[in-house]
């Protein structure tokens, strides 16, 4: 009697099996699930055999049948959960292959049985059995499965918001606590609290065909295994967009909650695409109407302002439905971007008032830049000749002098004073006396070379500065310059003939280089000055008109 009650609950679970196979659609979940249901077959499977059969032998291989199904079940009860549930693992390499490992390590001790640590017979047969410690591992286990199962299915219903998912998940953890609890309740009954030979027959298997019943009946009426389906609604029902479903008569066959606030339309109407368009036909609303009745495979998009009632900016898109290269419908999209379109605006105004700064701030930097260079032109500039002053002088002296002295390379200053300019200023006014000026600063620049530097020292005094020039080459410069002011012819406003005048010019070269050269900021520039105007001096009392040098 004991074996066939066994036998009985093997053949209702298969009746079930059988019975969900033909009723419903198959799945992956659906699959999944068959799987396991044909699994908790093998345990009444096993424990039949092992009454009806009187060898040993084979009631060990069935009682280790058994119960590494039990441990495959378990471990396979786990990942069923976190499928059920939608719960992702970690992206760990090798970590199923962990979560599996406690499963494995006990079906194998079940299968080696080490020195009958996990079971003994009784009187010489398996049919009653004592069981080792490794039994109390192996079930610590197997609980320990169950119970990361039950948990992963109570986190789930307390993260999910909707009732139905929560009705669906709770029929499952019914099941689940069902078998746990006859488990439980056949180990405390026939293993813990055993009296004498007595066996309470079948609690397991009675346990497993009414966790079977449950599962069942959430697969028929709660559609336990259709959850991605409805989370997927309820995700369409959450979205702001305006979503409309289309079959290939254009009919609609499934809207969601926003649409209502774009359009009125309803499952079963015809959609015309033209209707919902404001001045459909032309324009960029025409083109978008031939692209989606002419391209069914595009996916056509538009931006369109419905000025009635709350007017609104609605980007409509729309996305072909293929199934095997084949159009079977379409989806498309009502987005409000009434706000975006708002931002944007704001943001374009912001951006011209910017823009508007911006050139103003740069046309201000440039007139600042423009005036810091007058400035700094003006600072080192002679006003009336336009060549460099001697304050500009006197600091560039300071800086090439130094190097070139450093450096043992000749450089000479040539001190020019226009002879009796008094004269002219007295004879023929200030205003001529700064022609003569200005007409003299222009031949000697002609003369110059490109690295030499003239300044106004002084009145009608100038210097010259000659890089990289010893006495010799200085000399010639100088002659030139001497020659070519005395050549040049000067027409004064007021005045017949022309008018020229003369340069006396006192040349110093330094081009040996004493220790006792040694620079020292402005007091060398000074005993340089000092040197230049005495030569220049000495050129003024030999009867002017000439060049005097030296060199140091």
């Given at each position: 009697m004991m074996a066939w009650i066994d036998l009985i609950v093997c053949i209702l679970l298969l009746a079930l099996l059988a019975y969900v196979f033909i009723s419903v659609t198959i799945t992956v979940l659906h699959k999944v699930y068959l799987m396991f249901h044909f699994f908790m077959t093998l345990w009444p499977l096993c424990q039949f055999a092992i009454q009806v059969t009187d060898s040993p032998r084979l009631q060990l291989l069935y009682v280790k049948i058994a119960f590494v199904d039990l441990a495959l079940l378990a471990v396979g009860w786990l990942f069923f959960t976190l499928l059920l549930t939608k719960r992702t693992l970690p992206a760990r390499k090798g970590l199923p292959v962990l979560i599996a490992l406690p499963a494995c390590l006990a079906a194998a001790i079940v299968i080696s049985n080490p020195n009958g640590m996990f079971v003994q017979p009784l009187h010489g047969q398996y049919a009653e059995r004592s069981y080792g410690p490794l039994f109390w591992l192996t079930s610590l286990v197997l609980i320990g499965y169950g119970v990361v199962s039950l948990w992963v299915i109570h986190s789930a219903l307390s993260a999910s918001r909707a009732d139905r998912i929560k009705k669906q998940v709770t029929q499952v953890l019914r099941g689940m606590v069902?078998?746990?609890?006859?488990?439980?309740?056949?180990?405390?009954?026939?293993?813990?609290?055993?009296?004498?030979?007595?066996?309470?027959?079948?609690?397991?298997?009675?346990?497993?065909?009414?966790?079977?019943?449950?599962?069942?009946?959430?697969?028929?009426?709660?559609?336990?295994?259709?959850?991605?389906?409805?989370?997927?609604?309820?995700?369409?029902?959450?979205?702001?967009?305006?979503?409309?479903?289309?079959?290939?008569?254009?009919?609609?066959?499934?809207?969601?909650?926003?649409?209502?606030?774009?359009?009125?339309?309803?499952?079963?109407?015809?959609?015309?695409?033209?209707?919902?368009?404001?001045?459909?036909?032309?324009?960029?609303?025409?083109?978008?109407?031939?692209?989606?009745?002419?391209?069914?495979?595009?996916?056509?998009?538009?931006?369109?302002?419905?000025?009635?009632?709350?007017?609104?900016?609605?980007?409509?898109?729309?996305?072909?439905?293929?199934v095997g290269g084949t159009r079977v419908g379409r989806i498309i999209t009502f987005q409000d971007r009434s706000r975006l379109r708002q931002l944007i605006e704001e943001t374009a105004k912001q951006n011209e008032i910017l823009q508007e700064r911006n050139q103003t701030l740069s046309e201000m930097q440039q007139e600042l830049h423009l005036t810091n260079q007058k400035l700094q032109q003006m600072a080192i500039t002679d006003g009336l000749t336009g060549c460099f002053n001697r304050n500009y002088i006197t600091q560039q002296l300071e800086q090439e002098v130094r190097n070139h002295i450093e450096?043992?390379?000749?450089?000479?200053?040539?001190?020019?004073?226009?002879?009796?300019?008094?004269?002219?200023?007295?004879?023929?006014?200030?205003?001529?006396?700064?022609?003569?000026?200005?007409?003299?600063?222009?031949?000697?620049?002609?003369?110059?070379?490109?690295?030499?530097?003239?300044?106004?020292?002084?009145?009608?005094?100038?210097?010259?500065?000659?890089?990289?020039?010893?006495?010799e080459a200085a000399l010639e410069l100088?002659?030139?310059?001497?020659?070519?002011?005395?050549?040049?012819?000067?027409?004064?406003p007021g005045l017949k003939n022309a008018l020229s005048v003369t340069v006396s010019i006192g040349l110093l070269s330094v081009d040996r280089f004493p220790l006792d050269l040694i620079p020292g900021s402005m007091t060398l520039i000074s005993e340089l000055f000092q040197s230049v105007d005495h030569v220049l001096y000495q050129a003024k009392r030999e009867g002017r008109n000439r060049v005097v040098s030296a060199s140091k």
């Open positions: 069902v078998v746990m609890a006859f488990i439980g309740a056949d180990i405390l009954v026939n293993v813990v609290f055993r009296v004498s030979s007595m066996v309470i027959p079948g609690l397991t298997s009675a346990g497993i065909l009414l966790s079977a019943v449950f599962f069942i009946v959430a697969i028929h009426r709660d559609k336990v295994f259709d959850l991605l389906k409805i989370a997927h609604q309820d995700i369409i029902n959450t979205i702001n967009l305006g979503i409309l479903v289309l079959d290939d008569n254009e009919i609609i066959v499934e809207t969601n909650r926003s649409l209502p606030a774009f359009l009125d339309l309803h499952i079963g109407d015809r959609f015309e695409i033209a209707a919902i368009l404001p001045d459909a036909g032309t324009g960029t609303s025409g083109t978008f109407i031939a692209k989606y009745k002419n391209d069914p495979l595009e996916s056509p998009e538009i931006d369109v302002l419905y000025e009635k009632g709350d007017r609104r900016h609605v980007h409509i898109h729309v996305s072909p439905i293929v450096r043992h390379i000749p450089f000479s200053i040539l001190l020019l004073d226009i002879d009796f300019f008094k004269l002219i200023n007295d004879r023929y006014g200030h205003l001529t006396g700064d022609e003569v000026i200005c007409s003299t600063v222009n031949v000697i620049k002609q003369t110059l070379r490109d690295t030499d530097i003239l300044a106004r020292f002084g009145g009608e005094e100038f210097i010259v500065y000659l890089p990289f020039t010893g006495s100088a002659e030139r310059i001497r020659a070519a002011v005395e050549a040049n012819k000067m027409m004064v």
